[in-house]
């Protein structure tokens, strides 16, 4: 073997191991060695000469180095492919760290994104929005809160704390806030949007449901027909007011009504202290209902018909800048999406 051929540790014992038994093959052998047909043996095999000695090694070894190749090249695939993609998430951080740096030394909006359902273990809940607040408050040049609205609502606590956060940078700084809602802003999402000093949506947008729900349903007779028997042990009266498996009693129904129409009349406070005199007076308005865009302007739910260009010309300014504190997964995403265009980019992909 030649001395520049390197085997690794395993395969080079193969090896070896190999070239003693080609060796021992090609030595004489006795005829003691194989016993006649009585013992129902093989025929002795005819020994190797050097030259297929020396050319079975050589197929090993190339066999061996083709094996090292082909692992080689999958190595690399993948650490081009992890490369790829670090170097992707890199160029999209330095893009946006650049345009950020850019335009924050400039006049512009400060936009926070509420999307999805509001609660305490979705990403539109009232820490992760009121981090993106603080950021604002402390950037000199944000001359506009400008709050993004795409949610069907949720809790009524998370969405009172992200409208306390959202008045304290109004009072601290002084600055107007505009909603912007998308397709829906519903429920605990139009309780934030209604404290706005002005909002928008589009025509087709779903504005409005005042009101407040809370579900839940009930498997006694369920538990009756099967023969269950519900044992629920403890301490207050109406500690279990909300057991599905137990009935409901008249003193707990009151309880609940009680408890849902206060939750009511403080949303109720909430919009006409936000929208003041703009609001129309129909009974149907707080019924929890819900209205287009197009009717919500005639109700007086929102003020003006548009999307975020038109309230950044409202406001007089030509940029805006996303304050809302990005998720890890969010920034995975989009170090993928860069990689993806890169590599359509790069093969030359083209849609038809």
Same mark, same amino acid.
């Given at each position: 073997?030649? #001395?520049?051929?390197?085997?690794?540790?395993?395969?080079?014992?193969?090896? &070896?191991?190999?070239?003693?038994r +080609?060796?021992?093959?090609?030595?004489?052998?006795?005829?003691?060695?194989y016993?006649?047909?009585?013992?129902?043996?093989?025929?002795?095999?005819?020994?190797?000469?050097?030259?297929?000695?020396?050319? /079975?090694?050589? &197929?090993?070894?190339?066999?061996?180095?083709?094996?090292?190749?082909?692992?080689?090249?999958?190595?690399?695939?993948?650490?081009?492919?992890?490369?790829?993609?670090? +170097?992707?998430?890199?160029?999209?951080?330095? $893009?946006?760290?650049?345009?950020?740096?850019?335009?924050?030394?400039q006049p512009?909006?400060g936009?926070?994104?509420?999307?999805?359902?509001?609660?305490?273990? =979705?990403?539109?809940?009232?820490?992760?929005?009121?981090?993106?607040?603080? !950021?604002?408050?402390?950037?000199?040049n944000?001359?506009?809160? /400008?709050?993004?609205?795409?949610?069907?609502?949720?809790?009524?606590?998370?969405?009172?704390?992200?409208?306390?956060?959202?008045? !304290?940078?109004?009072?601290?700084?002084?600055?107007?806030?505009?909603?912007v809602?998308?397709?829906?802003?519903?429920?605990?999402?139009?309780?934030?949007?209604?404290m706005?000093d =002005?909002?928008?949506?589009?025509?087709?947008?779903?504005?409005?449901?005042?009101?407040?729900?809370?579900?839940?349903?009930?498997?006694?007779?369920?538990?009756?027909?099967?023969?269950?028997?519900?044992? +629920?042990?403890?301490?207050?009266?109406? &500690?279990?007011?909300?057991?599905?498996?137990? #009935?409901?009693?008249?003193?707990?129904?009151?309880?609940?009504?009680?408890? /849902?129409?206060?939750?009511?009349?403080?949303?109720?406070?909430?919009?006409?202290?936000?929208?003041?005199? !703009?609001?129309?007076?129909? #009974?149907?308005?707080?019924?929890? +209902?819900?209205? =287009?865009?197009? &009717?919500?302007?005639?109700?007086?739910?929102?003020?003006?018909?548009?999307?975020?260009?038109?309230?950044?010309?409202?406001?007089?300014?030509?940029?805006?800048?996303?304050?809302?504190?990005?998720?890890?997964?969010?920034?995975?995403?989009?170090?993928?999406?860069?990689?993806?265009? $890169?590599?359509? $980019?790069?093969?030359?992909?083209?849609?038809?």
């Amino acid at each position: 073997m030649p #001395p520049s051929v390197l085997v690794p540790e395993p395969r080079a014992w193969m090896l &070896k191991h190999c070239a003693t038994r +080609l060796k021992q093959s090609t030595g004489p052998r006795s005829e003691a060695q194989y016993p006649g047909p009585e013992h129902n043996q093989r025929p002795p095999r005819s020994p190797m000469s050097a030259e297929q000695h020396n050319a /079975l090694l050589e &197929k090993i070894v190339q066999q061996l180095l083709a094996d090292q190749r082909r692992q080689r090249r999958g190595q690399w695939f993948w650490r081009s492919l992890i490369g790829l993609y670090l +170097l992707a998430l890199l160029a999209a951080g330095l $893009a946006s760290g650049w345009e950020g740096w850019r335009t924050s030394h400039q006049p512009h909006a400060g936009v926070i994104k509420i999307s999805g359902p509001i609660g305490p273990n =979705t990403s539109a809940n009232a820490e992760r929005i009121g981090r993106g607040l603080r !950021r604002i408050e402390k950037q000199s040049n944000v001359a506009a809160v /400008l709050i993004e609205i795409e949610s069907p609502g949720g809790s009524p606590g998370q969405a009172e704390r992200i409208v306390r956060a959202i008045e !304290r940078v109004r009072a601290r700084r002084n600055l107007p806030v505009v909603a912007v809602i998308g397709d829906t802003g519903a429920s605990a999402a139009y309780y934030i949007a209604a404290m706005a000093d =002005t909002v928008y949506a589009g025509n087709a947008s779903l504005v409005g449901s005042i009101g407040v729900r809370l579900d839940s349903f009930g498997l006694t007779d369920a538990m009756q027909r099967i023969g269950i028997e519900r044992r +629920l042990f403890t301490a207050g009266e109406h &500690k279990a007011i909300l057991d599905m498996f137990s #009935p409901v009693t008249d003193a707990g129904l009151d309880h609940i009504s009680d408890t /849902l129409t206060e939750v009511h009349e403080q949303f109720i406070a909430v919009v006409k202290a936000g929208r003041g005199r !703009r609001i129309n007076r129909d #009974p149907e308005l707080f019924s929890g +209902l819900f209205w =287009t865009g197009a &009717k919500a302007l005639e109700l007086g739910l929102v003020d003006h018909i548009g999307d975020r260009q038109e309230a950044l010309d409202h406001l007089g300014l030509a940029r805006a800048i996303d304050y809302t504190p990005r998720s890890l997964a969010d920034s995975l995403s989009e170090g993928l999406g860069a990689l993806a265009a $890169a590599m359509i $980019a790069k093969l030359g992909w083209r849609w038809h």
